[in-house]
Nanobody, 120 residues
């Protein structure tokens, strides 16, 4: 099995910064894309940022220029540096990874979610 464990959420004032981390562990053969999604109350889950195994990032328009996604392939960890946070960024943030296990089965895995709250 594969587990994704997130950390780094919390409460911050508008204009502040937070850094989220997500570490994957378990029966991992390889990890393709990793990414961060978020879901605000009453809203659908949306992609915030994703990154390929080669390090190519993509971002939602709403976070471009403010958020930076990166990954450490040795540690199987993905990060999301969030700067200039706005109240509209308030949501539960979920880590996602497309993992090929040692049994050569490829699936999407999700973290448990971490709350990010931005006060005005």
């Amino acid at each position: 099995q594969v587990q994704l464990v997130e950390s780094g959420g919390g409460l911050v004032q508008a204009g502040g910064s937070l850094r989220l981390s997500c570490a994957a562990s378990g029966s991992i053969f390889s990890i393709n894309t990793m990414g961060w999604y978020r879901q605000a109350p009453g809203e659908q889950r949306e992609l915030v940022a994703g990154i390929t195994s080669g390090g190519s990032p993509k971002y939602a328009d709403s976070v471009k220029g403010r958020f930076t996604i990166s990954r450490d392939n040795v540690k199987n960890t993905v990060y999301l540096q969030m700067n200039s946070l706005k109240p509209g960024d308030t949501a539960v943030y979920y880590c996602n990874a497309r993992v090929t296990t040692t049994r050569v089965i490829t699936s999407d895995y999700w973290g448990q979610g971490t709350q990010v709250t931005v006060s005005s």
